[in-house]
């Protein structure tokens, strides 16, 4: 099973990651949730933490409240987000904030995926098994 990549920069590579059943809630997100308005607005993002490597407007990209997640941002879409060595961003899926704050379980879910995720991409720092 490979990470699907949302883009591969020069700089950043960005991926979504891939649970313990296979499925990978942000690229399910991504895909069947956003309209192609919103998906344009992600790509944008997206390819400019591949080139650039950051995003300094913390309208678009910030850490998530005192957590080590992060969140690409875009009006009421969220996506969030965590580093991994190899400069490599990983999104664990996606949802619609509707009020001021993220939901504990967005967060808690968040944790769920990256720890599945990980189980599967380990030893990412010595090969990229999602190249393989």
Known sequence: MRRPIACAGPLMTVVYAVCANGAS?????????????????????????????????REHFKRIEDTDFFEFKSFQ???PCYFQPGRTLVITHGFRKKGDRIPPSE????????NEDSVRFTDLGTRNKWRN
């Open 25 to 57: 809630p942000g690229w399910d997100f991504y895909n069947c949730e956003l309209d192609d308005t919103e998906k344009a607005k992600m790509n944008a993002l997206f390819h400019y933490m591949g080139e650039q490597g950051k995003i300094s407007n």
């Open 77 to 79: 879409v969220r996506m």
């Open 107 to 114: 967060i808690a879910r968040a944790n769920r995926i990256r």
